[in-house]
């Protein structure tokens, strides 16, 4: 079992332009979610879904958007990336309501914005 | 907003000490607290789930604690070994969907 799987492992991008991060799950898990660790200040949510076809807002969800058109993918999109996105982009799913509510990680993205 | 911190922020103890690791939160109204363990330029691997109704949970050299009334967990770790050796994240879930980390400690476990 892959569990999740990010793509790509790491990217550099010119300020202003766009990029979609990739996030693709195979335990069936309901919830999904993205975060940012960056030093210092540990990982903060950028966006959820509890199932597929909703999505939320989380801690710091400015100029990121996500789409949840199925059960295994969640996509993180930057309609034009800043340097301040610069960052390690974690993402994470698990199944709400579930005997164990313990959420499960992908190896996560290295974004640099140049 | 709920603050997470982890004291201390390193730490370095020789190869067979028991340890304890500290969390504490200001929002004592969680749903559960997650023990994560990540290595370098890696994913987070999760430890240990403690429900809000628990105050312990165990698996195999790691034993968590939860004390909800006065904010802390602490994560007990037996017999260190190097393969130990990672940085520890302690996540606080307030309510669902809103889980706040702390910025983790930092473990080396000489040998």
């Known amino acids: 079992t892959a569990g999740i799987t990010q793509a790509p492992t790491s990217q550099i991008l010119a300020a202003g332009r766009s990029m979609t991060l990739r996030c693709t799950q195979d335990?069936?898990?309901?919830?999904m979610y993205w975060y940012r660790q960056d030093l210092g200040l540990g990982l903060r949510l950028i966006h959820y879904?509890?199932?597929?076809?909703?999505?939320g807002k989380g801690e710091v969800p400015d100029g990121y958007s996500v789409s949840r058109a199925n059960t295994d993918d969640f996509p993180l999109t930057l309609a034009s990336a800043v340097p301040s996105q610069t960052s390690v982009y974690f993402c994470?799913?698990?199944?709400?309501?579930?005997?164990?509510?313990?959420?499960?990680f992908g190896p996560g993205t290295r974004l640099t914005v140049l | 907003k709920q603050e997470v911190t982890q004291i201390p922020a390193a730490l370095s103890v020789p190869e067979g000490e028991n340890l304890v690791l500290n969390c504490s939160f200001t929002?004592?109204?969680?749903?559960?607290l997650q023990w994560f363990r990540q290595d370098p330029g890696k994913g987070l691997t999760s430890l240990l789930l403690?429900?809000?109704?628990?105050r312990e949970q165990t698996s195999g050299r790691l034993n968590a604690s939860l004390d909800k009334s006065s904010g802390r967990s602490t994560l007990y770790i037996a017999a260190s070994q190097p393969g130990d050796s990672a940085t520890y994240l302690c996540?606080?879930?307030?309510?669902?969907?809103?889980?706040?980390f702390g910025t983790g400690t930092r473990l080396t476990v000489i040998p």
């Open positions: 996540a606080v879930e307030l309510w669902a969907n809103n889980l706040f």
């Open positions: 335990m069936r898990h309901n919830a």
């Open positions: 929002d004592s109204a969680i749903y559960n």
């Open positions: 403690i429900q809000s109704s628990q």
């Open positions: 879904s509890n199932t597929a076809g909703t999505t």
């Open positions: 994470a799913s698990r199944m709400v309501g579930g005997v164990n509510n313990e959420q499960f």
